[in-house]
């Protein structure tokens, strides 16, 4: 069921609790593979829970080699949110800067979710939408 907005309701309340994580030696081949799959938007490459960058589709096209780390193309700003934050001011902000995604990390830099606006922009998709579309194989 994915989240309705309301004023009170949080980001932690609608983010997927446990995304697809990458580590920190990602190469950008990994993460083409990666965003081949067109509900993916964003990569999160976290060390010992921390999240240390964010990868975007955007930021792979450039013409990087696949052995190039991952990491060294990795943003962090713009692309967080606190958990805390409301999930009517972290829409507004998504459609702002034209953002489907933003980690989630708290004040430590800890990964606690990914919050995924839906493309329709009415809501935000929930750890059961993202795993029926994960194939079992």
């Keep these: 069921m994915s989240a309705v907005l309301t004023p009170s309701r949080t980001v932690a309340s609608a983010m997927v609790a446990r995304p697809k994580v990458h580590r920190p030696t990602a190469t950008v081949a990994e993460l083409r593979a990666f965003f081949r799959d067109d509900h993916v938007h964003m990569a999160l490459l976290v060390e010992h829970g921390k999240l240390i960058g964010t ?11 696949g052995a190039t780390a991952a990491l060294s193309i990795a943003k962090l700003e713009g692309r967080t949110i606190a958990p805390g934050a409301t999930l ?16 989630v990390a708290n004040t430590e830099g800890r990964l606690l979710g990914l919050l995924c606006l839906k493309a329709s922009g009415l809501g935000f998709c929930s750890d ?10």
């Design 55 to 65: 990868v975007e589709r955007a930021d792979l096209e450039r013409n990087l080699g």
């Design 128 to 137: 059961a939408d993202v795993a029926s579309r994960t194939d079992p194989a």
């Design 88 to 103: 009517s001011d972290a829409r507004k902000a998504m459609k702002r800067d034209r953002r489907r995604r933003l980690a």
